[in-house]
């Protein structure tokens, strides 16, 4: 009986940390989805991407309110969670406080643990107040009802707990412990249990510490269903994010190379294909599904935080066009997800569903409305890019679909007969100043 509670918690981490795992090896096999891309040019720049964007937060600065809450808790909690080491090594050796041999150290870890937790439950309920009670735009589209909704406050529900529970747990065993002074916060907690007996007040830090650690369990295992996986995914996505200039558009190689072959006075147009080329599938160009997408796309979708200031910043939805980026990428994820299901349930293989991202999830309307103008590219914390989604999706519409607005149609019709995007003989184009 003496080693079960060390049992119990090798147990329960054991399976937390498994069921992670499992869920991290099938995120990267879904991501794994999507067509192959090379980014590995650059190597230097990607570190010094990452290390601004994801590690400082630069991106997330602009905003300053909601910024400056996200750092504190972004790096209070992080920096909390150290503390998680301590707790592993207690749980599994049956020691307490392993680490308070340190003295004086130990004590200002504490406090400073405690200071951030102070801080990052403020800045939560400002969070909670900002999509509750005052209710910003940005959290009130469409795309953001049900469990997108519920998700946000659930995340804000679940760190204010731990850090209750983290501050309650220092409270109840610092009369049993020499911190030198490490419980500068947790000492105007204490008195809510003064009166209560040595054995309950242990009883009652036993308590917190069990839930602490489990909380942390449960919420590392949640991430995976939480728009929250952004806290680990920020970190590759903003390394593969693209280098190139915004409004630079990448060409189809297939269609390079045919137009190379127009232009080489030297090819032969009759000359019979390569071996094994007649076999070969036509490229599919552009992408109405998931899998015609790359795979960093896909890493996009699933870093999406739904913080909205792609949206709020697209001319096209500010101007009442059904067009949200967030909802793009909303959309991504739902769809590889579902995808990624279809393969579970098929012992490892894809079966058609019927269904695509193009059609069933996003709407011709939505991708016509976008001006390509890179707002949603530029405003993203964590280096998301909607547009290349879009403009994949475009890209099947035109040239596998035919499916373009008439204006686009016309204006690609006048430049392949007139060289022009103007209905004017090449022979007319002068005209004008002879009126």
Request: with cysteine; proline share 4%; charged share 20%.
């Amino acid at each position: 009986m003496e080693y079960l509670p060390n049992i119990v918690f090798a147990i329960a981490l054991i399976l937390g940390v498994g069921y992670f795992v499992r869920n991290v090896k099938k995120l990267i096999r879904n991501i794994k989805l999507g067509q192959d891309v090379d980014v590995s040019d650059n190597k230097s720049q990607r570190w010094k991407n990452m290390i601004n964007i994801a590690l400082g937060q630069s991106k997330m600065v602009r905003r300053p309110i909601s910024g400056v809450l996200h750092v504190i808790v972004y790096l209070g909690f992080i920096i909390i969670n150290i503390e998680v080491l301590e707790i592993i090594i207690d749980g599994l050796l049956g020691t307490h406080r392993v680490f308070s041999g340190m003295g004086s150290f130990y004590g200002f870890l504490i406090g400073s643990f405690e200071i951030l937790a102070v801080l990052v439950f403020i800045s939560v309920i400002v969070f909670w107040i900002r999509r509750n009670v005052i209710k910003l735009k940005r959290f009130l589209s469409a795309e953001m009802t049900g469990w997108p909704k519920n998700d946000g406050n659930f995340i804000l529900y679940f760190e204010m707990v731990l850090m209750t529970l983290f501050l309650v747990m220092n409270a109840t065993d610092a009369p049993f412990q020499a911190m030198d002074n490490g419980n500068i916060i947790s000492q105007y907690i204490a008195p809510w249990f003064s009166g209560l007996s040595e054995g309950t007040l242990h009883l009652i830090e036993r308590g917190a510490w069990w839930m602490h650690i489990l909380g942390i369990l449960v919420f590392l295992n949640y991430l995976y269903f939480s728009k929250h996986l952004h806290i680990l995914l920020a970190f590759p996505n903003t390394y593969y994010g693209s280098l190139t200039p915004k409004g630079k558009v990448n060409n189809l190689e297939s269609v390079t190379n045919e137009v190379k072959l127009m232009m080489d006075p030297n090819a032969d147009p009759f000359a019979a294909p390569t071996e094994g080329a007649e076999d070969e599938t036509p490229a599919k160009f552009g992408a109405s599904d998931v899998q015609d997408l790359n795979w960093v796309q896909l890493l996009n979708a699933y870093t999406c935080t739904e913080c909205g200031r792609c949206t709020s910043s697209c001319p096209a939805n500010l101007t009442g066009k059904k067009l949200s980026p967030r909802k793009i990428m909303m959309d991504t994820r739902d769809r590889l997800e579902e995808v990624g299901k279809n393969i579970d349930a098929n012992g490892g293989e894809f079966k058609d569903d019927g269904k695509q991202l193009l059609g069933d999830y996003i709407t011709h309307e939505e991708l016509w409305a976008c001006t390509t103008c890179n707002a949603c590219v530029e405003e993203c914390p964590v280096s998301i890019n909607p547009l290349s989604i879009i403009l994949d999706m475009r890209r099947y519409l035109v040239m596998e679909q035919s499916a373009a607005p008439m204006e686009l149609n016309n204006m690609m019709t006048n430049i392949e007969n007139n060289g022009a995007p103007w209905p004017y003989n090449q022979m007319d184009r002068l005209n004008w100043k002879d009126e």
